[in-house]
């Protein structure tokens, strides 16, 4: 009976396009199992990509709808596991063994919130279901064990470092090697081979998306990276003032002499609402991020408001996508969501660790 059912549910949604979701339903998901329970069947979905709970209830609905045709006189339950696949232009640079896919979050300027949306950013794709690593490849100013309350956390192992984890990701930093008051007074080539180290020695467990947090600027950092390592593509954050904007642009700009996709630009500090009149105010401009994807013709993954709890969470330890803020929240799960979809959009990668995955 399930086989039966399975098999015309398939051929009901092969062409079904889910609201919101510019993809056929065959496009991103796949009908897994069908299983009889009590007085019910219960179907497992495999999502292509982690997709917040609003389009998850929307694909639960649309099944839903298509079930009941079918006449079946049992109740649907729907449950969901999340499959990412390896994404990226083909290159000869080598994968990152257990690593499906790396992303650089850059902005080429300091100071526009670029670590605040990485840390957020990686939090929120893994409260959606991926496997998530975070690497903080800031060496001179490393931010995101502050960010992820971690402490006095000790990486230190006898086979490689240990990422530590928080609120569903595992991070590494040069934070965790040294005291946070100590100054990292180095040369290029020191920076070079201790991000090298930091990303080729954890020990990351099977990660769906691996973010990494690039320190401002267009230097030795960016070059190493680009240079060791399979990347899937990058995200620019960056604030509507043109200042911002000019620097995005110069990162931009590397990332496609070094053949890297953009897969979108995210702004930050878009506007500012006053907490006691709720007055909206575009401090910083407006439609900054907007004229930056026009010219490079990507996409604008989200706004992000000038806020007090965002950065009161991140000093605190506790990324806002993880409190109770669910406004807040709710904005960096549609920019996950739609960077996800971003990835989904890059050319299915076959090389290096996971080539036998199907």
């Not at 794709?125 to 960010?147: E, T, W």
């Not at 930091?198 to 690039?214: G, R």
């Not at 004229?291 to 506790?318: H, T």
Request: aromatic fraction near 6%.
């Amino acid at each position: 009976m399930s086989v039966e059912f399975i098999g015309r549910l398939k051929e009901l949604l092969k062409n079904h396009k889910v609201d919101g979701i510019h993809y056929n339903f065959s496009d991103i998901a796949k009908l897994v199992s069908c299983n009889k329970e009590e007085g019910s069947y219960k179907l497992t979905i495999e999502l292509a990509l982690p997709l917040t709970d609003s389009l998850r209830d929307q694909i639960t609905l649309d099944v839903s709808s298509y079930w009941n045709q079918l006449d079946s006189g049992f109740v649907l339950e729907v449950d969901f596991i999340v499959k990412v696949m390896p994404r990226g232009q083909a290159s000869a640079k080598p994968s990152l063994a257990n690593v499906r896919n790396v992303v650089v979050v850059a902005s080429g300027k300091g100071g526009v919130g670029k670590s605040t949306t990485s840390v957020n950013l990686a939090c929120s794709l893994a409260a959606m279901g991926a496997s998530v690593g975070l690497l903080d490849a800031d060496i001179y100013g490393p931010n995101q064990p502050l960010m992820l309350g971690a402490g006095s956390y000790s990486v230190n192992g006898e086979d490689g470092l240990n990422p530590y984890l928080a609120h569903g990701v595992y991070s590494m930093s040069m934070g965790y090697l040294i005291d946070e008051d100590t100054p990292m007074v180095w040369r290029g080539p020191m920076v070079g081979k201790a991000i090298g180290q930091l990303l080729k020695q954890t020990n990351w467990p099977e990660l769906d998306y691996l973010i990494v947090d690039l320190p401002p600027g267009t230097g030795d950092v960016q070059l190493t990276l680009s240079s060791i390592v399979r990347l899937t593509g990058a995200v620019i954050v960056t604030t509507p003032q043109d200042v911002a904007l000019q620097d995005a642009n110069k990162a931009i700009g590397m990332f496609e002499k070094v053949k890297i996709p953009i897969l979108g630009v995210i702004e930050n500090m878009s506007m500012h609402t006053c907490s006691s009149c709720g007055h909206e105010e575009h401090i910083f401009g407006e439609d900054g991020a907007q004229r930056l994807a026009d010219k490079y013709s990507c996409k604008v993954l989200g706004n992000l408001p000038l806020s007090v709890d965002i950065r009161r969470s991140a000093d605190n330890g506790v990324p806002i996508v993880c409190g109770d803020n669910a406004k807040l929240a709710a904005m960096y799960h549609n920019i996950a969501s739609q960077f996800a979809f971003q990835v989904l959009a890059q050319p299915r990668n076959y090389d290096g660790h996971f080539q036998g995955v199907s």
